[in-house]
């Protein structure tokens, strides 16, 4: 003991540092192999979904409600009679499932699209109404350059300005068209749909 207090601080706290270390490996090693690989398991399974409350948990019980079996968590699981806990490897499985079955179903999106006669449209729409370029383009708060090009088809309405222009001068010009999004374009990659890949998909 003597020995060990005329050691330096220093000495000291790297042994204090070495001690706990190793204390830290057999907690681990512990946890592992004496725990049901808990440290483990918590790491790398997936929670499951419970499916009364959708909270996620890392245990769930087969329960039996109303004759219904369900996977569900522990508070849950008070509402029915409990058969088994839910085995890692099933839930691992279910979840490997819901990928595919979603790939099946295609995708679809809806676009909206100016109708191609858009210019002839409201230049006659307009004209029956009696007005200006320059009366109508007031009454719509739109630059009466923005509208004369418009007319002459140089340039296509935005979908939020056709709209205005077929509520006020009664005439159509944009239509929904329903799309399908190739098939293993993820959600990431939505957005990058091009309208090369539209076009593909029109043609179909
Ligand atoms: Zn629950």
Redesign the pocket.
């Known amino acids: 003991m003597k020995y060990i207090v005329g050691l330096s601080p220093t000495i000291l706290f790297i042994f204090y540092l070495d001690f706990l270390n190793r204390a830290l490996f057999l907690l681990l090693l512990y946890c592992a192999f004496f725990e049901k690989y808990l440290l483990l398991s918590v790491t790398f399974y997936p929670k499951m979904q419970?499916?009364?409350?959708?909270?996620e948990?890392a245990e769930l019980y087969k329960t039996k409600v109303e004759g219904v079996v369900l996977n569900?968590?522990?508070?849950?699981?008070s509402f029915g009679e409990v058969v088994a806990p839910v085995s890692k490897n099933e839930a691992k499985a279910k979840r490997a499932e819901k990928p595919a079955a979603e790939e099946l179903e295609p995708e679809k999106e809806v676009i909206y699209l100016i109708d191609s006669d858009y210019a002839s449209k409201i230049r006659s729409a307009r004209e029956r109404k009696g007005l200006k370029q320059e009366e109508l383009a007031k009454r719509l708060a739109l630059k009466e350059s923005l509208l004369h090009s418009f007319e002459s088809g140089r340039h296509e309405p935005s979908i939020s300005i056709a709209k205005k222009l077929e509520s006020f001068l009664g005439i159509s010009l944009v239509r929904q068209e329903e799309v399908e999004i190739k098939q293993g374009k993820k959600q990431g990659q939505r957005e990058e749909l091009t309208l090369g890949d539209v076009i593909k998909v029109r043609k179909k």
């Open positions: 419970c499916e009364m409350c959708g909270s948990k569900l968590c522990k508070d849950c699981s």
